[in-house]
Protein backbone atom coordinates (compact mmCIF):
# COMPACT_ATOMS: atom_id res chain seq x y z
CA UNK A 1 0.00 0.00 0.00
CA UNK A 2 1.15 3.28 -0.64
CA UNK A 3 1.62 5.31 2.30
CA UNK A 4 -0.17 8.90 2.56
CA UNK A 5 3.43 10.68 2.21
CA UNK A 6 4.22 9.15 -0.95
CA UNK A 7 0.68 9.94 -2.32
CA UNK A 8 0.62 13.94 -0.94
CA UNK A 9 4.62 13.99 -2.61
CA UNK A 10 3.17 12.46 -6.09
CA UNK A 11 0.47 15.04 -5.83
CA UNK A 12 2.76 18.02 -5.39
CA UNK A 13 5.14 16.60 -8.42
CA UNK A 14 1.80 16.41 -10.27
CA UNK A 15 0.92 19.83 -9.33
CA UNK A 16 4.64 20.82 -10.06
CA UNK A 17 4.50 19.79 -13.78
CA UNK A 18 0.82 21.48 -14.64
CA UNK A 19 2.52 24.79 -13.04
CA UNK A 20 5.56 24.44 -15.11
CA UNK A 21 3.49 23.66 -18.14
CA UNK A 22 1.40 26.61 -17.26
CA UNK A 23 4.14 29.18 -16.55
CA UNK A 24 6.05 28.11 -19.70
CA UNK A 25 2.83 28.44 -22.13
CA UNK A 26 1.17 31.70 -20.49
CA UNK A 27 1.40 34.85 -22.79
CA UNK A 28 2.62 32.24 -25.76
CA UNK A 29 6.07 32.20 -24.35
CA UNK A 30 7.96 29.37 -25.28
CA UNK A 31 9.66 26.91 -23.19
CA UNK A 32 13.66 26.85 -23.37
CA UNK A 33 14.18 23.41 -25.71
CA UNK A 34 17.05 22.18 -23.58
CA UNK A 35 15.37 22.69 -20.24
CA UNK A 36 14.05 19.05 -18.25
CA UNK A 37 11.19 19.78 -16.60
CA UNK A 38 11.47 16.47 -14.56
CA UNK A 39 14.50 17.82 -13.02
CA UNK A 40 12.50 21.00 -12.00
CA UNK A 41 9.53 18.83 -9.45
CA UNK A 42 11.90 18.75 -6.27
CA UNK A 43 12.47 22.81 -6.39
CA UNK A 44 10.96 24.85 -4.10
CA UNK A 45 10.82 28.29 -5.02
CA UNK A 46 10.90 30.49 -8.08
CA UNK A 47 12.50 33.59 -8.34
CA UNK A 48 12.78 36.10 -11.01
CA UNK A 49 16.67 37.50 -11.62
CA UNK A 50 17.17 40.88 -13.88
CA UNK A 51 20.47 40.17 -15.63
CA UNK A 52 23.17 42.90 -17.33
CA UNK A 53 26.21 43.31 -18.88
CA UNK A 54 28.14 46.15 -19.89
CA UNK A 55 31.57 45.01 -20.30
CA UNK A 56 33.31 43.02 -22.76
CA UNK A 57 34.57 39.30 -21.09
CA UNK A 58 38.01 38.17 -22.47
CA UNK A 59 36.70 34.43 -22.83
CA UNK A 60 32.97 34.97 -23.38
CA UNK A 61 32.78 38.20 -25.81
CA UNK A 62 30.29 41.07 -26.05
CA UNK A 63 27.93 41.59 -23.26
CA UNK A 64 25.57 39.73 -24.92
CA UNK A 65 27.23 36.88 -25.33
CA UNK A 66 28.30 36.97 -21.43
CA UNK A 67 24.18 36.86 -20.36
CA UNK A 68 24.08 33.74 -22.39
CA UNK A 69 26.85 32.11 -21.23
CA UNK A 70 25.65 33.07 -17.63
CA UNK A 71 22.19 31.54 -18.39
CA UNK A 72 24.44 28.21 -19.11
CA UNK A 73 26.09 28.36 -16.24
CA UNK A 74 22.67 29.10 -13.97
CA UNK A 75 21.35 25.80 -15.41
CA UNK A 76 24.76 24.03 -14.18
CA UNK A 77 24.45 24.62 -10.59
CA UNK A 78 21.42 24.12 -7.58
CA UNK A 79 19.52 26.27 -9.89
CA UNK A 80 17.12 25.70 -13.07
CA UNK A 81 15.83 28.67 -15.82
CA UNK A 82 12.66 28.09 -16.07
CA UNK A 83 11.77 30.77 -18.65
CA UNK A 84 13.88 33.17 -20.43
CA UNK A 85 13.53 36.91 -21.67
CA UNK A 86 14.81 38.04 -25.40
CA UNK A 87 18.34 40.07 -24.34
CA UNK A 88 17.64 44.00 -25.23
CA UNK A 89 19.89 46.73 -25.18
CA UNK A 90 19.83 49.80 -22.37
CA UNK A 91 21.48 52.85 -21.62
CA UNK A 92 23.59 52.94 -18.32
CA UNK A 93 22.77 54.53 -15.11
CA UNK A 94 25.08 56.73 -13.18
CA UNK A 95 28.66 57.03 -14.06
CA UNK A 96 29.18 54.50 -16.64
CA UNK A 97 29.55 55.45 -20.25
CA UNK A 98 28.91 51.89 -21.73
CA UNK A 99 25.55 50.90 -23.03
CA UNK A 100 23.38 47.51 -21.13
CA UNK A 101 23.00 44.00 -22.30
CA UNK A 102 19.56 43.14 -20.45
CA UNK A 103 17.57 40.10 -19.90
CA UNK A 104 15.03 38.33 -17.21
CA UNK A 105 15.08 34.62 -16.13
CA UNK A 106 12.54 32.83 -13.80
CA UNK A 107 15.00 30.45 -11.92
CA UNK A 108 13.55 27.40 -10.22
CA UNK A 109 15.64 26.49 -6.69
CA UNK A 110 15.73 25.02 -3.26
CA UNK A 111 17.72 28.04 -2.10
CA UNK A 112 16.25 30.38 0.19
CA UNK A 113 16.50 34.02 -0.50
CA UNK A 114 19.91 34.84 1.44
CA UNK A 115 21.33 31.27 -0.27
CA UNK A 116 20.27 32.44 -3.34
CA UNK A 117 21.90 35.99 -3.12
CA UNK A 118 25.04 34.24 -2.09
CA UNK A 119 25.08 31.94 -4.83
CA UNK A 120 24.49 34.74 -7.52
CA UNK A 121 27.55 36.76 -6.03
CA UNK A 122 29.72 34.21 -6.14
CA UNK A 123 28.53 33.77 -9.90
CA UNK A 124 29.04 37.27 -10.33
CA UNK A 125 32.67 36.99 -8.95
CA UNK A 126 33.08 34.26 -11.06
CA UNK A 127 32.21 36.62 -14.09
CA UNK A 128 35.03 39.15 -12.61
CA UNK A 129 32.86 41.52 -11.31
CA UNK A 130 34.16 43.77 -8.42
CA UNK A 131 31.80 45.51 -6.29
CA UNK A 132 33.07 48.80 -5.62
CA UNK A 133 30.91 50.97 -6.42
CA UNK A 134 27.03 51.52 -7.32
CA UNK A 135 26.21 51.36 -10.96
CA UNK A 136 29.79 51.53 -12.11
CA UNK A 137 30.66 49.64 -15.33
CA UNK A 138 30.05 45.18 -14.64
CA UNK A 139 30.86 42.46 -16.46
CA UNK A 140 28.27 40.54 -14.72
CA UNK A 141 24.76 42.04 -12.35
CA UNK A 142 22.21 39.80 -11.08
CA UNK A 143 19.18 40.90 -9.36
CA UNK A 144 17.18 39.26 -7.36
CA UNK A 145 13.54 40.71 -8.49
CA UNK A 146 10.45 38.62 -7.12
CA UNK A 147 10.32 35.43 -5.02
CA UNK A 148 7.65 33.12 -4.78
CA UNK A 149 6.58 29.61 -3.56
CA UNK A 150 6.82 27.35 -6.36
CA UNK A 151 3.67 25.09 -5.56
CA UNK A 152 1.51 28.32 -4.86
CA UNK A 153 0.77 31.48 -6.70
CA UNK A 154 1.21 33.79 -3.26
CA UNK A 155 4.09 36.64 -4.32
CA UNK A 156 5.96 36.56 -1.54
CA UNK A 157 8.35 39.75 0.12
CA UNK A 158 11.77 39.88 2.16
CA UNK A 159 13.41 42.19 4.02
CA UNK A 160 17.08 41.95 5.59
CA UNK A 161 20.05 44.24 5.97
CA UNK A 162 21.84 42.75 2.50
CA UNK A 163 18.86 41.85 0.70
CA UNK A 164 14.82 43.21 0.10
CA UNK A 165 12.42 41.43 -2.47
CA UNK A 166 10.94 42.60 -4.69
CA UNK A 167 13.20 44.46 -5.51
CA UNK A 168 13.62 48.02 -4.36
CA UNK A 169 13.92 49.68 -7.83
CA UNK A 170 12.27 47.73 -9.63
CA UNK A 171 9.42 50.09 -10.50
CA UNK A 172 11.51 53.19 -12.03
CA UNK A 173 13.23 50.67 -14.29
CA UNK A 174 12.14 49.70 -18.07
CA UNK A 175 14.98 47.67 -18.76
CA UNK A 176 13.74 45.45 -15.29
CA UNK A 177 10.07 45.95 -16.26
CA UNK A 178 10.42 45.22 -19.72
CA UNK A 179 12.39 42.01 -19.75
CA UNK A 180 10.47 40.59 -16.32
CA UNK A 181 6.67 41.69 -18.08
CA UNK A 182 7.48 38.86 -21.19
CA UNK A 183 8.34 35.95 -18.29
CA UNK A 184 6.39 37.03 -15.23
CA UNK A 185 3.89 39.58 -16.74
CA UNK A 186 1.23 38.05 -14.40
CA UNK A 187 3.48 37.65 -11.04
CA UNK A 188 2.33 41.06 -8.38
CA UNK A 189 4.13 42.97 -6.70
CA UNK A 190 3.20 42.34 -3.31
CA UNK A 191 3.63 45.97 -1.97
CA UNK A 192 1.87 47.42 -4.49
CA UNK A 193 -0.37 44.66 -5.56
CA UNK A 194 0.09 45.56 -8.81
CA UNK A 195 0.72 43.15 -11.66
CA UNK A 196 4.38 43.09 -13.65
CA UNK A 197 2.76 43.86 -17.15
CA UNK A 198 0.71 47.04 -15.25
CA UNK A 199 3.72 48.25 -13.76
CA UNK A 200 5.56 48.13 -17.01
CA UNK A 201 2.20 49.88 -18.42
CA UNK A 202 2.69 52.95 -15.93
CA UNK A 203 6.38 53.56 -16.55
CA UNK A 204 5.78 53.49 -20.21
CA UNK A 205 2.20 55.87 -19.86
CA UNK A 206 3.57 59.29 -21.00
CA UNK A 207 2.18 61.82 -18.01
CA UNK A 208 -1.12 63.56 -18.91
CA UNK A 209 -0.94 67.59 -19.19
CA UNK A 210 -2.97 69.50 -17.00
Known amino acids: MESNAAK ?9 WLAIFLMTHIDNIMPNADNDFANLTNLA ?3 VIAMGSNR ?3 IHGLPRQVLVRAMQRLNEG ?4 VRQSS ?5 PIGPSQRSYANNAIILASNLQPLEMLDW ?18 R ?8 WREAFCAADLSWCSPSLTIPHCHMRERDFVLGPVSQIAGSWRDPISGLRIRQ ?12
Not at 87 to 91: G, R, V, Y
Open 8 to 16: CNHKQRQIM
Open 45 to 47: YLY
Open 56 to 58: RHR
Open 78 to 81: PTKI
Open 87 to 91: IIESL
Open 120 to 137: LKNMESEFGTRHRRRWTS
Open 139 to 146: TLDLDIIL
Open 199 to 210: LHHRLKKPLSKS
